[in-house]
């Protein structure tokens, strides 16, 4: 059983992490803003513009900043910058992270490597979305749904998505970053994938490397053990609408042959709009219901 973190109230304090790039002006004032405009209080860490390789922090400082922020009673949710790259070397040091009470934790892109290690090892809920310097500062974001998914007791939500193979499937949501996913086949910390609804996203990947890397999914036998699949919009990496048809084409037959719906251009991580999806929650893809195929439980209890 899965633990749910307690939703956030109006006024409440959110630690920003800093777990894989340096953060950058003007995009983290305007992520402060947004967060500000929301309702919330940002709780910053430490020298947030300072700057190590391509690193935002060393391993050992993101873990001490998770800690405090999870033992900080004042803070409430814990929310990731942005993305990039260098959330993988947290998982080996993740173990001596004490969690006496789950919170919010909101984060997608390179920072899948700890949603997946709190879903997995920890058994809470987690959410997949924008980050604070990232999307939030853009505003390329469903803010009403953003609220809704972190705030409230609401009734199951339901998601628009185009059908690239019919069905209808249950199962709990998983999944993230298709490129942080890939890395993890064939380790230890490879996500649990076996009657989940998976959620594959990416940004900038060119179709082959989208092909490779959902080859690979093939080749490693996801596809078999899952029960639906969620495919996200991947912007910038198609030339044209014919190009994104070319390549889904191939990929309608393949996956076709599996017999599990899948859906695609989701809106969820590097989304033109992007939502929050609970991770870790029942959901149910259903074809016939389209626009909105899936629909899935709220992420967080009164």
Same mark, same amino acid.
């Given at each position: 059983?899965?633990?749910?973190?307690?939703?956030?109230?109006?006024?409440?304090?959110?630690?920003?992490?800093?777990?894989?790039?340096?953060?950058?002006?003007?995009?983290?004032?305007?992520?402060?803003?947004?967060?500000?405009?929301?309702?919330?209080?940002?709780?910053?860490?430490?020298?947030? *513009?300072?700057?190590? $390789?391509?690193?935002? %922090?060393?391993?050992?400082?993101?873990?001490?900043?998770? !800690?405090?922020?999870? =033992?900080?009673?004042?803070?409430?949710?814990?929310?990731?910058?942005?993305?990039?790259?260098?959330?993988?070397?947290?998982?080996?040091?993740?173990?001596?992270?004490?969690?006496?009470?789950?919170?919010?934790?909101?984060?997608?892109?390179?920072?899948?490597?700890?949603?997946w290690y709190l879903l997995e090892r920890r058994h809470m809920v987690v959410f997949y979305g924008p980050m604070v310097y990232g999307g939030m500062a853009a505003g390329t974001i469903d803010k009403?749904?953003?609220?809704?998914?972190?705030?409230?007791?609401?009734?199951?939500?339901n998601f628009f998505g185009r059908v690239l193979c019919s069905g209808r499937a249950r199962g709990v949501l998983g999944g993230g970053c298709l490129s942080n996913f890939v890395s993890l086949l064939?380790?230890?910390?490879?996500?649990?994938?076996?009657?989940?609804? *998976?959620?594959?996203? $990416?940004?900038?990947? %060119?179709?082959?490397?989208?092909?490779?890397?959902?080859? !690979?999914?093939?080749? =490693?036998?996801?596809?078999?053990?899952?029960?639906?699949?969620?495919?996200?919009?991947?912007?910038?990496?198609?030339?044209?609408?014919?190009?994104?048809?070319?390549?889904?084409?191939?990929?309608?037959?393949?996956?076709?042959?599996?017999?599990?719906?899948?859906?695609?251009?989701?809106p969820f991580g590097h989304a033109g709009s992007a939502q929050v999806l609970p991770l870790g929650v029942k959901a149910e893809i259903n074809t016939e219901a389209y626009p909105r195929p899936l629909?899935?439980?709220?992420?967080?209890?009164?």
């Amino acid at each position: 059983m899965l633990i749910r973190p307690d939703p956030l109230l109006p006024g409440e304090n959110i630690g920003i992490f800093l777990p894989s790039s340096p953060a950058k002006e003007p995009y983290r004032s305007q992520g402060l803003q947004s967060l500000r405009a929301m309702g919330f209080k940002p709780r910053e860490v430490d020298g947030v *513009l300072s700057r190590n $390789d391509f690193f935002a %922090r060393e391993p050992e400082q993101t873990l001490k900043d998770l !800690q405090r922020f999870f =033992a900080d009673r004042k803070v409430k949710a814990l929310w990731a910058g942005r993305g990039g790259y260098g959330s993988n070397y947290l998982l080996p040091l993740l173990k001596r992270l004490v969690i006496d009470t789950p919170k919010i934790v909101i984060a997608s892109s390179d920072v899948s490597y700890l949603l997946w290690y709190l879903l997995e090892r920890r058994h809470m809920v987690v959410f997949y979305g924008p980050m604070v310097y990232g999307g939030m500062a853009a505003g390329t974001i469903d803010k009403e749904q953003i609220l809704a998914s972190i705030t409230a007791n609401q009734l199951p939500q339901n998601f628009f998505g185009r059908v690239l193979c019919s069905g209808r499937a249950r199962g709990v949501l998983g999944g993230g970053c298709l490129s942080n996913f890939v890395s993890l086949l064939g380790t230890r910390h490879v996500p649990m994938v076996k009657n989940r609804i *998976l959620l594959l996203e $990416d940004i900038n990947e %060119r179709p082959y490397r989208l092909d490779r890397m959902l080859w !690979q999914c093939e080749m =490693a036998g996801v596809f078999r053990r899952i029960r639906g699949l969620l495919l996200g919009e991947f912007p910038s990496c198609f030339h044209d609408d014919e190009e994104k048809e070319i390549f889904y084409a191939r990929w309608r037959e393949k996956l076709g042959a599996m017999g599990i719906p899948v859906l695609y251009d989701m809106p969820f991580g590097h989304a033109g709009s992007a939502q929050v999806l609970p991770l870790g929650v029942k959901a149910e893809i259903n074809t016939e219901a389209y626009p909105r195929p899936l629909s899935c439980e709220i992420g967080v209890k009164w």
